[in-house]
Structure formats: structure tokens, C-alpha cells
């Protein structure tokens, strides 16, 4: 529990409480006109620090972790919220409406991650929406302090566009792609010289289901 609290709170300190990040991904749910009772997975939850984005649309919040300690504290945090670390459990509350892998996959390398996404896709309900969010590695990067910051992170398979959607266009068909640029300190200055960038693809188990209208963006 003392691990789970002090992720935590480093987290909260270093990134404003992820408050950009937060207002970023309700603004892309909400986008998805999804209705009040949905069901909605956080893949890879942690210390559930997105959950409120997920139940201030009135969304049926599940948290998903391999880290059980992690998952206590988020209970404690969170009781409105279902959180559990067994895939059976997950089978049992499927379908999903919406699944946010929210910068998990680039701790995970490529033949597990293939494992997951079959996985995911089996619990995504026919017409629902699953959403990758993951830090986008940036080859020859001229910046030292972007570099810098970049060794603080601890996942080892940070990828390129390329790279996220070639393994996850083996699974869903991507209807939305954009990159949204996240600040420490959730500063929202562009110029600001410790960031990541975060791809963000947002996509449909079928590629027959629903039109959605959206179009390619930049970086948000």
C-alpha cells in the first residue's frame, strides 16, 4: 500500500493531478455521445487517477490492473467504481460500451500486447469504442531536455505512430487519429520543454459499425 500511495502522489505532483490529461479525455468521451449507463474500462488503471473523466459523464467505471496493491488504494479512492486484476471477472461485466488503454501498452512488448488487444476486442460490445492513448517515441529528437525526460520513463516499448497502429490494426479499424500534447505540471503551454506527446487512436471492433463523422486531427 505504501508503494501504491507514493506512485501516487509522485503522479499527482509531477503532472498537476493529470488535470490536462483528465479534461482531454472527457472532452474525446463525451465526443462519442455515449449514454449515461455505459459501461466503460480503464485497461491498466494504476492508482485509477482517470477514473472521474469516466464517471462524471455518468459512466459504469471498471478499472483493470495486474497490480493488486495499486487496485486497493484506487478502491479506497474511488468506491463507486469496480476494480480487479482477474480477466474472468472482466468476461463476467462484458461487454464493455467504451476501453481506454490510457499509457499502458508501452510497458507490454509486442507478441504479449498482440495477446491483449484479442483479449480487448472480445470484451468490446459490437458497436463500441476502443481508445488508445500512449506515449509516442520521437526518433532523432533535437531537444536534450525532451530527451532527459524521456529517460525518467519507465516503459520499455515506447513506440512510433507507425509502430502503435501497425499492432493495433491487427485487432480494430481506426476511425480517429490525433496527437495530443500532455505537459508536466499540466502547464497547456506548447512551448513548454518537458512533454510527451500521446498518440491517440480511437477505433471500432467492426468496420461496419456506426458512422462517427470524425476526421484526422493534429496535436490538441
Excluded at 64 to 89: C, H, M
Aim: aromatic share 12%; glycine share 6%.
Amino acid at each position: 500500500m505504501f508503494n501504491a500511495l507514493a506512485n501516487d502522489l509522485a503522479q499527482r505532483l509531477l503532472t498537476g493531478n493529470k488535470h490536462a490529461q483528465k479534461v482531454f479525455l472527457k472532452r474525446r468521451l463525451r465526443a462519442m455521445a455515449l449514454p449515461g449507463s455505459a459501461a466503460a474500462l480503464d485497461f491498466g488503471c494504476g492508482t485509477a487517477l482517470f477514473a472521474p473523466a469516466f464517471t462524471s459523464l455518468g459512466l459504469r467505471y471498471h478499472g483493470y490492473d495486474i497490480d493488486q496493491p495499486l487496485l486497493n488504494y484506487a478502491a479506497r479512492l474511488y468506491r463507486g467504481g469496480v476494480f480487479t486484476a482477474s480477466k474472468d471477472l472482466l468476461r463476467a461485466k462484458a461487454p464493455f460500451d467504451v476501453i481506454v488503454a490510457n499509457c499502458c501498452f508501452h510497458h507490454i512488448p509486442d507478441a504479449p500486447l498482440q495477446e491483449e488487444l484479442v483479449f480487448l476486442k472480445s470484451l468490446l460490445a459490437d458497436a463500441g469504442w476502443f481508445i488508445l492513448i500512449d506515449i509516442l517515441a520521437v526518433p532523432d529528437d533535437p531537444s536534450w531536455i525532451h530527451r532527459q525526460f524521456m529517460k525518467l520513463e519507465q516503459g520499455a516499448y515506447v513506440r512510433t505512430r507507425e509502430a502503435y497502429r501497425h499492432n493495433i490494426e491487427r485487432h480494430f479499424t481506426v476511425r480517429n487519429e490525433l496527437v495530443s500534447r500532455s505537459t508536466a505540471f499540466s502547464l497547456n503551454l506548447d512551448w513548454f520543454p518537458i512533454y510527451n506527446d500521446l498518440l491517440v487512436l480511437e477505433c471500432r471492433k467492426d468496420p461496419a459499425a456506426g458512422g462517427d463523422g470524425f476526421a484526422t486531427a493534429g496535436v490538441r
